[in-house]
């Protein structure tokens, strides 16, 4: 981009849609002057160029040191994007909710996983229950969400399902607990209330009559008050 020529001062000045961060302009004035000139992209630096036999080692000094002020001034202002929450930091603050979550860990290529998702049985306690949320957390699958799968089965769509993954890897290597629970077989499931565990299905598939049971049975008191005491 050409600089543009101020012609009551004779310097240079760019205009502040340069895609450069901060840029050192000079112009042909015989004595040292200094203009910061800030902008929401830009942190422009412009120093008048003394004559070339002028140019001492402090003059280069001073322009290091100007450019360590503008590095400093970006670093100050600047905004650091955030990482993500992890899949488990997800569960852990979900699980917190008064009302009731199901955590289901499964994965795409699990035949256990298939067949309770072919049972239609994932699908309908979902749309029985929207008042529950369902969190679908993929794991020992190298981060793949396993989300086409879920949607073939008319599961993904729901407002009270979640899909995450976990970014471990299968085999060998994968995680052997998730959200503080031990974790050695899937399909799993966990259902809990206010941060606290109620179920845990950690073996098997899910018989989907148990499981809505035990949705209801999350929800009960389990009071025994004003009943008449045993003799």
């Known amino acids: 981009m050409t600089a543009e020529r101020d012609p009551s001062r004779g310097t240079r000045s760019a205009p502040l849609a340069w895609n450069a961060l901060f840029s050192i302009s000079f112009t042909r004035s015989t004595s040292l002057g200094v203009q910061i000139l800030e902008h ?8 008048d160029e003394a004559p070339a036999a002028a140019l001492t080692s402090s003059v280069c000094a001073m322009k290091q040191h100007l450019l360590l002020i ?15 929450p992890s899949a488990e930091q997800q569960v852990a603050e979900a699980i917190k909710a008064p009302s009731l979550t199901v955590v289901h860990l499964w994965a795409p290529w699990c035949s256990n996983c298939q067949a309770e998702l072919k049972s239609g049985g994932w699908s309908k306690i979902v749309k029985e229950n929207p008042q529950v949320r369902f969190l679908f957390v993929s794991v020992w699958n190298a981060g793949e969400d396993g989300r086409a799968m879920l949607t073939k089965f008319e599961i993904a769509d729901h407002p009270n399902v979640t899909i995450l993954a976990d970014p471990g890897p ?3 290597q994968h995680i052997k607990q998730f959200a503080g629970l031990p974790l050695s077989w899937i399909p799993t499931t966990w259902v809990y209330k206010g941060g606290d565990l109620r179920y845990a299905l950690n073996y098997g598939e899910v018989r989907f009559d148990v ?21």
């Open 170 to 172: 299968r085999g060998a």
């Open 40 to 47: 929401p992209s830009v942190c422009l630096i412009l120093v």
């Open 70 to 84: 503008s590095l400093a001034l970006l670093l100050g202002t600047g905004r650091v994007a955030e990482a993500a």
């Open 211 to 231: 499981l809505q049971q035990f949705l209801t049975d999350s929800n009960s008191e389990w009071s025994h008050a004003g009943e008449t005491p045993a003799p």
